[in-house]
């Protein structure tokens, strides 16, 4: 047998190389390392050794250190919070009070300074009861002292009040945080299910395809059959900030001349906006663009209105599909070849949505949050319900609708301010499918300030509720299967857009305050913390980068359920302003290093010369005058930041529930209150999002 050469135990063979060093400092302060061979330097130490006093005391001043470093920091943050209060609050500098025209505003904040002036009473009457040691609310079974034990009328106030909160108060407070917090589970249960399926479609790779090329001819001579008539609409309302790149954008789309064609959508009531747009839109015509500038006289029916007006025409019938796109929106170049060959086999395909992707949300912590809430809509519950209903509300623009699918499901309807989700449901009802592509994205940009995001958020929440009146009937009435029906009414509409903002407000702004003076009714800790905690994680999961604002975000969504819950009531109930609509305010951030790209490009490519010869006298004078035109814009009147009076009651109201809770020692629910009041208070003073200066 040949001899086994084995050399691993050469290179694991411990070797000493060198003299052994002996360092000896007659220090006592130092200790005394023997150091054998040159690696032995660079191993580890035990950590009973190479420590002594002197070293100690140094860690514990370190860290003493940052210690004060961050009670420092936290004490500028509170300053700081100060000093803007009182520069907003008392001196109202630079600030403006938010009007209350949004629904039933006004009845809502007066129901929350009542219950803020009560709660002060009785935090006073506890504060007094705490110092004179009557501390019957420490004690778990509440004693009522007896007739002999009162040590003056205060006392008995004080036992009076204690008396009708048991008998009285608590029951109908423990009844109805036991009805919310059954809705809270149910509606966690159903967030839930929607991330177990989109953990499903992601394990199984499920997503719609498209088998081959479907715009490839075999026949060379018609190389262009297989691309259809395809609109595309632009719908707009005095959108200064971002009508040049949505037009540009889309008029960049990759799909033949002959076969498309643009439609501007201008209801702007500005003429200075009007002149621009008409600029664009006849620059893009000059350059062999089939596109079209139209303005409405009459703005009536809002988006639905303009929309319904531009089908009307008679050139739309010799086309097959229409694409949406808001005027903030700017869709790749191949967008309409990954989504139109979806249609092709596919007869009761009715619409194909794509995903947003937004540009600005980074911008402030606004936008940050925003993005959280919109990246679990796109990824877990528009992608779920289209992958295993075929159904699912559509988003209002980027997306692609079969022209057929709108004239049988009765076109648009100026009914609500969701005329979106109306033609989505109707066309449900008349068995139409729907298709989610995630991976198509169409960049746009979210709100950056509170007020517009606000407003946004006042009609996405009332104007299903008044849909939900209107169609109701239709859907108990309409031919579908019975489950259909059933997701209809209890999860698309009472779960998801009714007992959300429902629960949210009662439970965590109502209830949790009111438990805090009303001992006998206290939340349990999982309900105000374990849960929310997971469901916050849950929905942070599409967006990862997000996480670190996982807190900011539970707290803010809490906030936000004023608003919400307000413009629910306005829309179930038609009250106030559930039929109005505000256009989003936008800041034109979307892609402008693309818009200085393409006019540099444009530049280089297109001159005076080419535009002049294919116009006529009389279209290069009114290019003139609308280039005039556009270089005098009128300058954008001064913007202030807003107070708002719900948010700061409520905060006020959190605030005072926090110190009763400080008294009776409970951790968690101070905590949470303190924190949520002090949310209350930034949104209140409107310090949260684009700051007006």
Not at 7 to 36: A, C, L, Q
Not at 166 to 192: E, G, T
Not at 278 to 305: D, E, P, S
Not at 498 to 506: E, H, Q
């Amino acid at each position: 047998m040949a001899p086994r050469l084995d050399f691993s135990n050469w290179w694991t063979k411990d070797t000493r190389k060198g003299t052994p060093v002996v360092v000896k400092m007659e220090n006592p302060n130092y200790s005394v390392v023997e150091i054998d061979g040159p690696d032995a330097a660079f191993r580890p130490v035990e950590k009973s050794r190479g420590k002594n006093a002197k070293q100690v005391t140094w860690v514990l001043l370190l860290k003493a250190h940052r210690a004060v470093g961050c009670v420092a920091w936290i004490a500028t943050l509170f300053w700081a919070l100060l000093g803007t209060i009182k520069k907003r609050l008392i001196f109202r500098q630079d600030v403006a009070m938010a009007s209350e025209k949004l629904g039933k505003g006004k009845l809502l904040f007066t129901v929350i300074k009542v219950f803020l002036v009560t709660s002060l009473t009785i935090l006073t009457f506890e504060v007094v009861a705490y110092f004179k040691g009557w501390h019957y609310f420490q004690n778990p079974s509440l004693h009522i002292p007896r007739t002999s034990d009162i040590q003056g009328l205060l006392h008995l106030v004080y036992v009076t009040w204690l008396s009708l909160r048991a008998d009285y108060i608590a029951p109908p407070i423990q009844a109805l945080s036991k009805f919310c917090v059954a809705l809270f589970l149910i509606q966690s249960a159903d967030r839930m299910i929607l991330s177990l399926g989109c953990f499903w479609i992601k394990y199984k790779k499920i997503k719609p395809r498209i088998e081959g090329d479907p715009f490839k001819s075999d026949d060379v001579e018609e190389s262009g059959y297989e691309y259809p008539m395809v609109l595309v609409q632009i719908p707009m309302c005095n959108e200064r900030e971002v009508y040049e790149q949505s037009i540009s954008a889309v008029c960049q789309l990759d799909w033949p001349k002959d076969r498309l064609l643009i439609q501007v959508l201008d209801d702007s009531d500005d003429e200075s906006i009007q002149y621009l747009i008409k600029a664009v839109v006849a620059t893009w015509n000059q350059r062999g663009f089939n596109i079209i500038y139209r303005h409405r006289l009459v703005r009536t029916g809002y988006k639905a209105g303009n929309l319904k007006s531009a089908m009307s025409c008679e050139y739309v019938e010799a086309y097959e599909y229409v694409a949406i796109f808001d005027a903030d929106f700017q869709p790749n170049p191949d967008f309409l070849k990954q989504t139109v060959p979806h249609f092709k086999d596919n007869p009761k395909l009715g619409l194909v949505q794509a995903r947003w992707t937004f540009v600005n949300k980074d911008e402030n912590l606004l936008t940050r949050l925003q993005n959280i809430n919109l990246c679990f809509h796109f990824e877990v519950e528009q992608q779920v319900n289209g992958v295993f209903l075929n159904f699912f509300g559509f988003n209002g623009t980027a997306g692609v609708w079969r022209i057929k699918a709108l004239e049988e499901s009765g076109g648009w309807l100026e009914r609500t301010t969701v005329e979106d989700m109306d033609i989505a449901v109707r066309a449900h009802l008349n068995g139409w499918k729907f298709i989610f592509l995630n991976d198509v994205k169409v960049l746009c940009e979210v709100p950056e300030s509170y007020e517009a995001y606000r407003k946004q958020q006042h009609r996405w929440h009332s104007g299903p509720m008044h849909l939900f009146r209107l169609c109701l009937p239709a859907i108990i009435t309409s031919k579908i299967a019975i489950w259909k029906k059933a997701n209809l009414i209890l999860l698309f509409f009472l779960l998801r857009k009714l007992i959300l903002p429902f629960y949210s407000f009662t439970l965590f702004c109502i209830i949790l305050p009111l438990t805090m003076f009303v001992p006998e009714a206290e939340l349990p800790v999982w309900v105000i913390c374990y849960v929310p905690v997971f469901m916050s994680f849950l929905n942070i999961l599409p967006a990862p980068k997000s996480f670190p604002f996982i807190v900011p975000y539970l707290l803010f969504e809490n906030t936000m359920s004023v608003t919400k819950f307000n413009a629910m009531v306005s829309g179930l109930f038609q009250l106030g302003s559930s039929y109005e609509w505000v256009v989003t305010k936008k800041a034109g951030r979307s892609s402008e290093s693309d818009l200085l790209a393409a006019a540099e490009r444009d530049s280089k490519t297109t001159n005076q010369q080419q535009i002049q010869r294919g116009a006529s006298e009389s279209e290069l004078t009114e290019l003139n005058r609308l280039k005039e035109q556009k270089e005098a814009a009128p300058i954008l009147v001064k913007r202030v930041n807003k107070i708002y009076r719900k948010e700061l009651s409520l905060a006020f109201l959190l605030l005072t529930a926090s110190v009763r809770s400080l008294l009776s020692a409970q951790g968690v629910h101070f905590y949470f209150l303190l924190f949520q009041g002090v949310t209350f208070l930034l949104v209140g003073l409107d310090l949260i999002g684009e700051q007006m200066s």
